[in-house]
């Protein structure tokens, strides 16, 4: 008998061991990998670079405390900055963290600038941020705020894709529209291009700040560092986590200098957030990541990966609704349910996760070669006949 609580609906099988996109049960069977820890371990499983970095800085200093600088964390931050939007980074344990974090970026902004009552966060109806408190009232979503009353206010919500509905929304009291950029949870959806875009000009207009939720879909997975530099805009505030720590728990909130000029001492704080472990984690991730030419596969082999899955969906119209996402973020949608789906999948040892709107979410890690995806295609293809 588990003593762990029942929160988690697992699955009957266990690992003892992972390397690279696969991972081998307490049982002796191996299993291609196309959960990675949920779009975390970035780098697959046991990479050798991250195990040596991690390692290296173990034998030196693990935890100090943000009461002094931490010269790995100054340096994550350079590096994030220089590649990016941003000017300024804080570090965080998590994705939600991050979000939570974003939120109170948005809203001290505006306390700082004296617009006291702008405040209100707008966010997609049954979106996905997190868990916290303050997450699950952002997602918008009935079941996952269901016993977890007194609702907080402070957020307003907008249906995907209504426009009208978004413009209607926002009031005097908005601070800032939050998306994800890729609806992770809700089905692979992307939000399209144009429709980025338009969000952009509608907070220049309003004089809001857009906050883009890459927790899921950054660092990379989009063939991108980040997704939403398809459409190329800018917003002011981004969480992330993920990707970032490749199997650490590590997370962050990337801002500019206009936002960030709220945030002064006192204003946010946490102990683990940002310590020399995460941090040399981290660094670790980006030296592969930024390698030239990293990105660039991710782009050559979720093309390939795209289209060997839409030459499967044509030969099963019925079975298979859509072929989603972007990069290595891939929704295989069906007309039904996926559960029997994934788990014929399992038994032919290809993990995968689903996602909402019945979409199996395939997740490879981003140095996935091509000989592993079409092991995957063999198997997707195999329980497509026999389904
Ligand atoms: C888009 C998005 N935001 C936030 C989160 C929350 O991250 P975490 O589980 O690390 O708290 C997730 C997690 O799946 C996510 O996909």
Known sequence: ????????????????????????????????????????????????????????????????????IIPEGEMLAKRLTKKTFADSVIFQNSGAEAIEASIKVARRYFYSIGQIKKNRILCIKNSFHGRTIAAINASGSKKMQEGFGPKIDGFDHFKFGDHKSLKKAINSKT????????????????IPDWCLRELRKIC?????????????????RTGKFFAFEHAKVKPDIVPIAKGIGGGFPLGAVLMTKKVASGMIPGTHGTTNGGNPLAMSVGNAVLDQIFKKGFIKNVQKTSKYFH???????????KLIKEVRGMGLLIGLQLFNDPTKFIKK????????????E????????????????????????????EF
């Open 345 to 356: 999948l399992q038994d032919n040892k290809l993990l995968t996760i689903r996602s909402g």
């Open 204 to 220: 220049n207009k309003k004089k809001i700040l857009l906050i883009l939720d890459e927790v899921q879909c950054g660092i990379g």
């Open 358 to 385: 019945n979409t199996i979410r395939i997740l490879p890690p981003l140095n996935v070669k091509k000989s592993e995806i079409d092991i995957a295609i063999k198997i997707i293809k195999k329980v497509c006949e």
């Open 1 to 68: 008998m588990s003593a762990l609580a029942k929160n988690y609906n697992r699955r009957k099988i266990a690992f003892k061991k992972g390397k690279g996109s696969f991972l081998y049960s307490t049982n002796g069977k191996k299993y291609l990998d196309f959960v990675q820890g949920i779009a975390v371990n970035s780098l697959g499983h046991s990479n050798p670079y991250l195990i040596n970095s991690m390692y290296k800085q173990a034998k030196k200093i693990w935890h100090v405390s943000n009461a002094f």
């Open 307 to 317: 289209n060997e899955l839409n030459k499967i969906k044509i030969n099963y119209p």
């Open 175 to 190: 601070a800032a529209i939050m998306v994800e950029t890729v609806m992770g949870e809700g089905g692979i959806k992307v």
